[in-house]
């Protein structure tokens, strides 16, 4: 049996090896097929082989296509399910292109103006430095009268919701047209804009605390308060002249940090400032003054009484010392007002930042004068690094105060010294500081100099 089929399996690859050379089967060969052929036809073995393949593989099939079938029935279920989901599919699209145009839009305006902003000399980036020069052109003249006494009372806030810096001072005892009290505010833009006047605050208007607030417009104003007439004053914005004016039982003043409005207690009544008038609520009473805090409390309002200063009026501060000629090259101090507050708003939250307190410069440039024989010393300019007021922690800077006295061989103790300066008040989002300093010195020969500015310094 084997060598028969041994013998078929040859002829058939005889037959193979012809067919794919495309060499014609010989007459022999060619019968030898078609009788094979009908043979295997007429075979019911063969055709029963057949049909079971055919079978087994039709099962096979039929198994792979009902599992496709639950599949499908499956999801159509589920789609069923979620049908109503899928409802909502146009307007979630809707709303998604809403958000991200407002988003692009927003984004585009928060960049709009940060490469010009970034290039302004008082919003450059990198630690500040501040030079206190009488020559420069780019301060901010607040002052310039020749007089001795700097700031004594001062308050500022910082406010950070509108990009502004808001700043009061006067002289105490020593408040009078060349040493004005002030109110300023420095814009978004760095622009100063103040209103001056020859009296202060505590002595023209009695006031025993002043202080400031961000009113429901968003917009910062002074308030004072008089111990004697228990009246409290609400300032014009940037200015000196009162907006509205209320008696109140007790100094207990409070804000709302989400609306502003202010909150007060006047014949045991509670009045709301809603940012234009007083208004009375004659359902909430208070019998005390512990009474009304406790409830301000619970309502987690803001103690606008409790960041206040108290300014004297008694007293003044003389700047007119001062060093840097001959053998007195010791430090130039940098002083603050006596009388001091810094604040900061952000958020909708005021914060009393940490006192900065006077602080010493050294030395740092040394000339001696021309044509002199012995060597006489003054010193140009000093130079160090300071703190300045922070929200989070103090702002480290380098402060330089520069002499325009020249080496003209006029050595003499007044006119080649630098007199100590006093910092009033600091605004990091405008990196400025508004200084109070003397100048007297020789420009020409023996022509003088002699004034004190108020100005303000940008970084």
């Known amino acids: 049996m084997a060598t028969i089929n041994n ?30 052929i009908q043979k295997l036809s007429s075979s019911a073995n063969l055709e029963a082989a057949i049909v079971a393949v ?37 307007e979630l699209e809707t709303k998604f292109n809403e958000i991200t145009s407002s988003l692009v839009t927003n984004v585009e305006g928060k960049l709009e103006g940060l490469p010009k902003k970034l290039s302004e000399p008082e919003r450059k980036l990198g630690e500040m430095h501040f030079v206190f020069d009488y020559y420069d052109n780019t301060a901010a003249l607040i002052k310039d009268v020749n007089q001795n006494y700097g700031a004594y009372n001062a308050i500022s806030l910082v406010n ?10 006067d002289g105490g005892a020593q408040t009078n047209s060349n040493n004005p009290a002030v109110i300023l505010e420095i814009d978004p833009q760095g622009v100063v804009k103040q209103s001056q006047r020859a009296t202060s ?18 917009l910062t104003h002074l308030f004072t308060y008089q111990n004697d007439t228990k009246l409290l004053s609400l300032y014009k914005k940037n200015e000196l002249n009162v ?24 014949s045991e009544l509670l009045h709301v400032f809603d940012g234009m008038a007083w208004q009375k609520k004659l359902d909430q009473t208070f019998a005390s003054e512990s009474e009304f805090s406790q409830w301000a409390a619970q309502n987690n309002l803001v103690a606008l009484h409790d960041l206040v200063i108290q300014p ?12 840097g000629y001959g053998a007195s090259l010791a430090y130039l101090q940098v002083y603050r007002p006596a009388v001091l507050r810094d604040l ?16 010493k410069l050294a030395r740092n440039r040394i000339s001696s004068y021309a044509g002199r024989t012995d060597n006489l010393l003054f010193t140009r300019s000093f130079k160090s690094r300071v703190h300045l007021p922070g929200t989070d922690l103090p702002i480290k800077a380098t402060i330089e105060s520069v002499t325009p006295a020249n080496n003209n061989n006029q050595g003499h103790s007044t006119y080649d010294t630098q007199f100590h300066p006093q910092m009033v008040g600091f605004s990091p989002i405008h990196r400025a500081i508004l200084v109070f300093q003397k100048v007297k010195f020789y420009y020409s020969g023996s022509s003088p100099v002699e004034t004190a500015l108020y100005r303000v310094y940008y970084a």
């Open 7 to 36: 013998a078929i399996q040859e002829m058939v690859d005889h037959l193979v090896d012809k067919m794919r050379s495309n060499e014609k089967l010989s007459a022999e060969e060619q019968t030898l097929v078609s009788n094979a």
């Open 54 to 90: 055919a079978q087994e593989h039709l099962g096979e099939a039929t198994e792979h296509l009902t599992s496709a079938s639950d599949v499908v029935k499956e999801l159509q279920a589920k789609l069923l399910e979620q049908s109503d989901n899928l409802g909502l599919l146009p």
């Open 160 to 169: 950070y919701d509108t990009d502004t810096f808001h700043l009061y001072y």
């Open 201 to 218: 605050l505590s002595s023209s208007n009695n006031a025993n605390y002043i202080g400031f607030f961000v009113n429901t417009d968003k």
């Open 243 to 266: 907006l509205s004016s209320h008696n109140v039982d007790y100094f207990k003043v409070y804000q709302s940090p989400q609306t502003r409005e202010l909150y007060v207690v006047d």
């Open 312 to 323: 004297n009026s008694a007293n003044s501060v003389n700047l007119s010392s001062s060093t």
């Open 344 to 359: 900061s708003y952000r958020n909708n939250t005021y914060k009393v930042l940490d006192p900065v307190p006077t602080q």
